[in-house]
């Protein structure tokens, strides 16, 4: 039995289209081999396509020039947190100024306004405070859009730290550009409850829950640094004036021993200069720890309205 013709060589190293497959001299039946992977009508890729990069590295020889990722898309490839309902969307959206793609697997838009295009990860893609505005109209396979709550979360890590994707002044242009767009409220509403500063999206929901609690707590900073007799330090919610530090631990910090002599390390500098810690987890319940902070703070020498 003799053995399957192999593909030319250039259609073995990267997605291709079926059209110019034939162009190079490929068959109709090697490109119906099991072999091959059938991600989008009309393309054939020699490897898996099983996480986003590789969906939109298979999409993209269906591109034309005035197409680019976006919405979703865009925010998962600058690494923006989305709510898992978007999260889990396999489906790629696309922009173009022209008629949008009708292809199965993808969510076409057509754009008229202007609007930040970049190169990102090797593919043309909506900045990412542009992505960010256009999430408040992205709708799930269900049909649902992202809360304000969402759309904060998002946001703190555009601006996020230790490494942020836009500065304050791209956002707000951004907004202005989507003015009339779909959501606008939304991302309005979303933007007076962005901070600066925040590592994480449990941070920044800890800051929301501080923020919305009946006590009227002050502003705390998001990663405010400490200068420790040994060290320089961050602490996820600092409330300076008084010395008190609201800190979120993750699994890592259970999980990896490093991290967690560190911490051990960390925490007693901190109590030796007069900081006082208290420490979040996933299972802590936000009466609990909104009352040590509460005591905390009066301890302290703070009390409702005084700021």
């Not at 190079?24 to 009508?41: D, E, I, M, N, V």
């Not at 925010?75 to 989305?82: E, F, S, Y």
């Not at 809360?147 to 304050?168: E, H, K, Q, Y």
């Not at 390390?265 to 902070?293: C, K, M, P, Q, Y």
Request: aromatic content about 6%.
């Amino acid at each position: 039995m003799s053995r399957p013709r192999p593909l030319p060589e250039e259609l073995r190293l990267a997605p291709f289209r079926v059209s110019e497959a034939l162009v190079l001299g490929a068959t109709p039946k090697q490109l119906r081999s099991a072999r091959l992977h059938a991600p989008f009508h009309g393309v054939r890729s020699s490897v898996a396509v099983d996480d986003l990069h590789a969906r939109c590295r298979a999409y993209e020889p269906l591109m034309t020039a005035d197409q680019w990722f976006s919405h979703a898309t865009a925010a998962r490839l600058w690494g923006i947190p989305l709510p898992a309902r978007l999260r889990d969307d396999d489906r790629l959206h696309v922009s173009t100024r022209r008629r949008e793609p009708q292809r199965v697997g993808v969510v076409g838009h057509r754009i008229s306004a202007r609007r930040d295009v970049r190169i990102h990860l090797g593919f043309p893609v909506s900045g990412p405070a542009d992505a960010w505005c256009e999430l408040a109209a992205t709708r799930s396979p269900h049909g649902s859009t992202p809360s304000v709550d969402d759309l904060v979360i998002a946001g703190d890590r555009l601006i996020g730290w230790p490494s942020p994707l836009a500065t304050l002044e791209e956002v707000d242009a951004a907004i202005a550009r989507f003015s009339r767009s779909r959501g606008i409220r939304s991302i309005v509403a979303a933007r007076t409850h962005l901070r600066q500063g925040s590592g994480s999206p449990r941070e920044t929901v800890l800051r929301r829950t501080v923020a919305a609690a009946p006590h009227g707590f002050p502003e705390p900073e998001c990663n405010g640094e400490i200068v420790l007799a040994s060290r320089r330090t961050h602490g996820d919610l600092v409330f300076r004036r008084y010395r008190v530090l609201l800190e979120y631990d993750g699994d890592q910090h259970r999980t990896n021993a490093r991290q967690w002599h560190r911490d051990v390390d960390r925490l007693n500098e901190l109590a030796a200069a007069g900081w006082w810690v208290i420490r979040v987890h996933r299972g802590t319940h936000s009466h609990a720890w909104i009352d040590l902070l509460a005591t905390a703070l009066r301890r302290r020498g703070w009390s409702a309205g005084a700021e």
